[in-house]
């Protein structure tokens, strides 16, 4: 038997050979073994191995049936049914009119919202708003990604091809038209006005967790890059009232930012600038800067191009805030390379990427002191800080 101080000895790269190879032939024997029918029934049958046949059964039809799940979704945001359930419990008879639909269909739509948790049974034969359905009353934003899914949709119809590159993917890349843009810059009002609004419609969901997570009123300028419409940026401002704030976007995006910003009475605090931060220089004077939701819709040229640009425009001392979802969350893996992977092969540019590929290029654009700051539903936003130091402005 070893030593105590010989168990806590390194593995030297021949014990970790072996090692590998050991763990690979056991889950070889283990994928065999689960792949042959005859062990599939006798774990269904075996009290004791019982339930876990069952919940990877449930799993892999969820898989499944995932799609028909998110069009029982988009059923009930499109006919409201989440808002007139907020009015309260209600029967058959009294919501079929109202949703424009027939009893009997009326019927199969809330028993199928029932069984997904959007929507409860209640006494009388009544239905009420379930635990996922409460969330979606009021919620825009959340309710605009619902809707603008039918794009996503309809190029996944063929998921081989989209892989392939056999398909042109024109159904997102055309509702992100500065995606494929060879001159973002030059892309009209009208071909940026709808993903404009849905980005402005769920910043909501990341502002939130951003102003929770971090004090912008320590800070005398911001400059928000790739800031749309003006939603975080005025969220911030609500937070920071004595905080000066700029705004840098494509000409066509900036110009529907003033117009936004002066209906919320923001124009004097705001100096919104228009340009493509993928060749023009940033406005300087802020000491703080934003970047949300903009580095995983640009590849990884592109992506580094932005970060740098952010670092010329700051000063020696300056931060930098990136919020985004990121690969890897824990408790959201799907979310980063199932979802966003194929989003963004859809959209044509991007890719999802973890907290250290993005420390890895915030380092290489000249960042020091990267940091995460933990927000309260990493699912939809993490957030990570750096500073501009002295040495990478020499």
């Known amino acids: 038997m070893k030593s105590p101080q010989l168990l806590h000895e390194p593995v030297t790269p021949a014990d970790s ?22 062990f599939r029934r006798r774990a269904a049958a075996f009290v004791l191995t019982r339930p876990i046949a069952r919940r990877r059964s449930r799993e892999l039809f969820d898989l499944v049936a995932g799609f028909v799940y998110s069009q029982v979704l988009l059923a009930c945001v499109r006919l409201r049914v ?63 990604m619902v809707e603008h899914h039918a794009a996503l949709y309809a190029d996944l119809r ?9 398909t042109d993917g ?3 890349a055309a509702y992100w038209p500065y995606a494929g843009a060879t001159l973002p810059a030059a892309v009209a009002d009208e071909r940026v006005a709808a993903y404009s609004a849905l ?29 749309g419409e003006g939603a975080f940026i005025a969220s911030v401002a609500a937070q920071a009232p004595r905080l000066r704030l700029m705004l840098f976007d494509l000409p066509a995006v900036a110009a529907r930012a003033r117009s936004a910003l002066q209906r919320q009475g923001l124009q004097a605090r705001v100096e919104v600038h228009g340009g493509d931060f993928l060749s023009d220089a940033l406005p300087q ?9 903009v580095i995983h819709d640009h590849d990884d040229a592109r992506a580094m191009a932005i970060l740098r640009a952010v670092h010329r425009a700051l000063p020696v001392g300056g931060t930098l805030l990136l919020a985004e979802p990121m690969a890897g969350t824990v408790g959201a893996e799907p979310m980063g390379a199932a979802y966003f992977g194929f989003y963004l092969l859809a959209m044509g540019r991007g890719r ?7 420390r890895s290029m915030l380092h290489a654009a000249g960042f020091g002191a990267v940091r995460e700051l933990p927000t309260a539903m990493p699912l939809q936003t993490r957030l990570l800080q750096a500073r501009v130091n002295t040495a990478s402005k020499m």
């Open 17 to 38: 050979s072996a090692l590998s190879t050991w763990r690979d032939r056991w889950l070889l024997w283990r994928d065999r073994l689960v792949a042959t029918p005859g």
């Open 82 to 144: 989440f808002e007139l359930l907020a009015e309260g419990p209600q029967q058959i008879s009294t919501l079929a009119p109202r949703l424009g639909l027939a009893p009997d269909a009326a019927l199969r739509l809330l028993e199928a919202a029932v069984s997904l948790r959007l929507v409860e049974r209640r006494a009388n034969d009544r239905f009420g708003l379930g635990p996922l359905g409460a969330p979606m009353v009021g919620n825009a934003g959340l309710a605009a």
């Open 158 to 166: 063929d998921p081989v091809a989209l892989l392939r590159g056999e």
């Open 170 to 172: 024109a159904a997102l």
């Open 199 to 227: 980005m402005s419609a769920s910043q909501p969901l990341v502002a939130e967790q951003v102003l929770a997570a971090y004090d912008f009123g320590r800070h005398r300028c911001l400059l928000d890059v790739g800031g």
């Open 285 to 293: 004077g802020a000491d703080l800067a934003s970047l949300v939701r």
């Open 352 to 358: 999802p990427r973890s907290q250290g590929e993005l």
